[in-house]
């Protein structure tokens, strides 16, 4: 069971769109469609912000979604805002009830 | 609002057991729409799922701890917590216990976390 793969930092503008991607194998996130995101501020408490690969969890954003093409999920977050700049952490369910998470990815906003 | 504390010990000595305590509150730990789960960051690097348990005390395990680890529920206090032996430096790490929704793949509510350190 591998960690899944992230980008260590992604970056962008306020207003604009940024996608971080989460690569895995076909026993995790190719297998399923159960990958979860969270946003990290230092310090804090992780926060759900993506589950089962696209849901929304009541109060988040609907700039926040989520998608999968393969062994790859991706987070987009349209319309950046400086509130957006903390750590994104991917997770998927990796079979026998198991989960693995990423090595997560630091968004910078510009 | 449901809140989650992690507790017990921030400095662990090599080879020993880390023990640490997750206390629940504004909810029940036996409602059987939840599991109840350990996940850690070690310094610089991602969340590493730990385990997970239900209120039935039926417990799931990362394959590569599980030959360390123990999660185990207490019903009567409201609490589960973690014992993680043989306990190394890269063992060192941010703990977090979270809530896991059944009909929900993911943790929706988590502890701040406690950073528990392994050095003599």
């Known amino acids: 069971q591998s960690a899944l793969t992230q980008p260590a930092s992604v970056s962008g503008s306020p207003g604009q769109s940024i996608t971080i991607s989460c690569t895995g194998t076909?026993?995790?996130?190719?297998?399923?469609?159960?990958v979860s995101w969270y946003q990290h501020h230092p310090g804090q408490a992780p926060k759900l912000m993506i589950y089962e690969g696209n849901k929304r969890p009541s109060g988040v954003s609907n700039r926040i979604s989520g998608s999968k093409s393969g062994n790859t999920a991706s987070l987009t977050i349209s319309g950046l805002q400086a509130e957006d700049e903390a750590d994104y952490h991917c997770c998927s369910y990796a079979g026998s009830s198991t989960y693995v998470f990423g090595g997560g990815t630091k968004l910078t906003v510009l | 609002q449901l809140q989650l504390q992690e507790s017990g010990p921030r400095l662990v000595k090599p080879s020993e057991t880390l023990s640490l305590i997750c206390t629940v509150s504004?909810?029940?730990?036996?409602?059987?729409?939840?599991?109840w789960g350990w996940i850690r960051q070690p310094p610089g690097q991602g969340l590493e799922w730990i385990g997970s348990i239900y209120y039935s005390g039926n417990t799931y395990y990362n394959p590569s701890l599980k030959s360390r680890v123990t999660i185990s529920v207490d019903t009567s206090k409201n609490q589960f917590s973690l014992k993680l032996n043989s306990v190394t430096a890269a063992d060192t790490a941010v703990f977090y216990c979270a809530r896991q929704p059944t009909v929900m793949v993911s943790w929706d509510y988590w502890g701040q976390g406690t950073l528990v350190a392994v050095s003599s």
């Open positions: 504004g909810g029940s730990i036996s409602s059987s729409a939840y599991y």
């Open positions: 076909s026993s995790d996130v190719g297998s399923y469609n159960l």
